[in-house]
């Protein structure tokens, strides 16, 4: 069974802090996903990888980088943390060949 | 541009009665197509997928969706609800900018009356 895990389901943070998520898919894919969701926003690409040390911005990379070191590896940081990052992180996997995605549980995020 | 527009933010069917998502996708050539269910506090999971072929597609958990290319659409149903349906429903479609990218519906929430 294909799997994408998120290291953290919840985590609680100071404003200032540096965090890191972090993803693992088990599918040998090529391709990695962060999204971010909040109510009534939908889905909204934050970065995106197609290959080790490759990534590519999404329509909200601001606030972000990531970190693709190993294939199977995706890492989100939040550089300083503020409120306004307060969300559901969600990762996902593709293959180069197989057009959907497949997601982690999610990372509830909160900013105090 | 170049978009996927779910029309219904909330609907509220009774268990056992028939059920419609609706999505309408606008994209120059024979799209790809998914619809996938999120419950409270979880991730996406795929309920089906369109590429090519037969418009109707068969899913998970009873679910079936038609492709109509004559309206855009790619509706999601399903005969008969249970309540364990209750969830988040999201269609997604291709990204003709960057293919390595989806593009999709900001959601319908699905809840179930008893």
């Known amino acids: 069974d294909v799997k994408v895990t998120q290291s953290s389901r919840y985590l609680v943070k100071r404003t200032g802090e540096k965090v890191f998520l972090e993803c693992v898919q088990d599918?040998?894919?090529?391709?990695m996903f962060w999204y971010r969701q909040d109510p009534g926003l939908g889905l909204r690409l934050i970065y995106f990888s197609y290959d080790v040390k490759m990534k590519e911005k999404g329509d909200i990379p601001e606030g972000y980088s990531v970190s693709r070191e190993k294939k199977e590896r995706f890492s989100l940081i939040l550089e300083s943390a503020s409120t306004n990052q307060t969300s559901m992180y969600l990762c996902?996997?593709?293959?180069?060949?197989?057009?959907?995605?497949?997601f982690g549980e999610g990372s509830r995020l909160t900013v105090l | 541009a170049q978009s996927v527009t779910q029309p219904d933010i909330h609907i509220t069917v009774s268990e056992g009665a028939s059920l419609e998502l609706r999505c309408n996708y606008s994209?120059?050539?024979?799209?790809?197509l998914f619809w996938y269910v999120q419950s409270p506090g979880q991730g996406l999971q795929l309920l089906l997928k369109y590429f090519s072929g037969d418009t109707l597609v068969q899913g998970i958990k009873g679910f079936e969706a038609e492709f109509k290319r004559s309206q855009s659409s790619f509706n999601l149903r399903k005969p008969s609800v249970h309540w364990s349906d209750a969830a988040e429903y999201f269609c997604a479609g291709p990204n003709a900018g960057n293919n390595r990218k989806l593009i999709w519906g900001l959601g319908t929430s699905l809840a179930v009356n008893p």
């Open positions: 599918m040998d894919h090529e391709n």
């Open positions: 994209y120059g050539a024979t799209p790809y």
């Open positions: 996902a996997s593709r293959g180069v060949y197989t057009g959907e995605l497949f």
